[in-house]
């Protein structure tokens, strides 16, 4: 199911904000693979996504990151 911007920026800065001290970059990553899909077809640039969801902007590495793997993994559990 493809999401739009306005729903991936209130995931991200859910999953972000949400992650266990240590674990942002983990979170960043998952939000890659789950969201990759609606990512790709948005085809706006990932830092431009982590400034309007409040995220560091060197996130979009982790996010893309997580879309290039979703294509060999699954999410299995959420924090």
Known sequence: MVINKTQLINKLRGL???AP???STVSL????????ESLK???VPMGILCADAG???NAAMEINQG???SKYVEI???H
């Open 67 to 69: 879309i290039t793997l």
């Open 41 to 43: 077809e948005l085809k």
């Open 16 to 18: 972000y904000h949400k």
């Open 76 to 78: 299995k559990d959420e």
């Open 21 to 23: 001290q240590g674990e």
């Open 55 to 57: 995220v560091r902007s």
């Open 29 to 36: 990553i998952i939000f890659g693979i789950k969201y990759a």
